[in-house]
Each structure stands twice: as C-alpha cells, then as structure tokens.
C-alpha cells in the first residue's frame, strides 16, 4: 500500500510530467488560459492515460511477448493510444458539447501529447504490473490536471495584471511556468523518504 501510494504521489507531485520532466508542454500552454477547458483537458488526458496505459501494457505482455514480437510494441503502442483518445474524444462529444467545442483541436491531439506515450514506455521501462501502471497513469494524470488548473488560474490573474508589454501574452506564461516548475523541483527531497 505504502509503494502504491508513493508510486501515486510521485507521479503527481515529485515527478510531475510537465514540470520535471517537461512532457506534454503544448496542451499546457495552449488550453491553460481559462480554468473549465484546462480541467477538463486534464480530466480528458487523464482518462486516455489510465486506459492506455493498461492496454498498451497488456497488448505488450500478452499478445506481443508471447508471439515474439517485442519489436512492435512502439507501433502498437501509438496505435492504442491514437484509438483510446479517440474513444475518449466521442465520449466528451456525446456527453459534454460545451467541454469538447472548449478543447478544440487539443482534443485530438491528445494522441500527440507526449506525456501518453511516455508513460507508457516509462511503465514499461520500470516493469510495473497492471495495478503499478495504472495507479502511476493516474498519478501522471492528476498531475497534470493539477499543474493545469493551477496555471490557468494564474493565467487568469495574469490577464488582469498590470503587465509590461514586452511580456505579455506568451512569454510571461513561460515565465510563470518556469517558477511553477521551481517550486515543484522543491519536493524532489521526498521522493527518497517517500520510497
């Protein structure tokens, strides 16, 4: 239980897949200026991360390992992923117009989003089981839902600041990314204590 929950609260907090290991930067950037789209971009990305994540794992394990064909998993991989967002794209669009016509284009491409398919590699580099892959998918995910909503709640107090133009826009958002990022890297010292 212990090992799960750090599993868990390492994805979310110490290595959050944004701001540690800096996956997944376009869907920060572009959906995290209003708090509704960016939540629900995180709660979307989260979803694809969980089914992925053991799809992918128990394609590799228990239909590529035992024919042999390791060698495909990147390719099968990619094409789980590409058939979980859009799964997860027609779930949106029947249950939530509003939420899908709020994500746009970010929605599809989920599919590009690197923090999918580098979960799935890292799970797989890790050799986590089914459970492990997807407490971690979900731990991945809350953290991005979480740095999501965070930024785009300071994107919201940014846009009423009093600004200097030359930082307007863009390059205050990677300005604030980056402190945000800071303050994460501070919890790098409970990743030791945590496992």
């Given at each position: 239980m212990t090992e799960s929950l750090a599993l868990f609260f390492g994805a979310v907090i110490v290595d959050n897949f944004v701001l540690t290991r800096f996956l997944g930067l376009c869907p920060f950037i572009g959906v995290s200026s209003r708090l509704g789209a960016a939540v629900g971009m995180g709660i979307a990305t989260t979803i694809v991360l969980a089914l992925a994540s053991?799809?992918?794992?128990?394609?590799?394990?228990?239909?590529?390992?035992?024919?042999?064909?390791?060698?495909?998993?990147?390719?099968?991989?990619?094409?789980?992923?590409?058939?979980?967002?859009?799964?997860?794209?027609?779930?949106?669009?029947?249950?939530?117009?509003?939420?899908?016509?709020?994500?746009?284009?970010?929605?599809?491409?989920?599919?590009?989003?690197?923090?999918?398919?580098?979960?799935?590699?890292?799970?797989?580099?890790?050799?986590l089981n089914l459970g492990q892959s997807l407490i971690h998918a979900l731990g991945a995910g809350t953290g991005f839902t979480l740095v999501l909503a965070i930024f785009s709640a300071i994107r919201e107090r940014l846009a009423a600041a009093d600004v200097p133009e030359p930082f307007r826009g863009t390059p205050v958002a990677l300005l604030t990314a980056g402190l945000l990022a800071m303050a994460f890297m501070g919890f790098a010292g409970f990743a030791g204590s945590a496992a």
């Open positions: 053991v799809c992918c794992l128990l394609v590799n394990t228990r239909v590529l390992a035992p024919l042999g064909l390791g060698s495909l998993s990147l390719i099968l991989d990619i094409l789980v992923i590409a058939a979980m967002v859009q799964l997860v794209e027609i779930l949106i669009h029947r249950l939530s117009f509003a939420l899908y016509t709020a994500l746009g284009i970010y929605l599809p491409l989920i599919t590009t989003n690197c923090i999918v398919l580098g979960l799935v590699l890292l799970n797989e580099s890790m050799s």
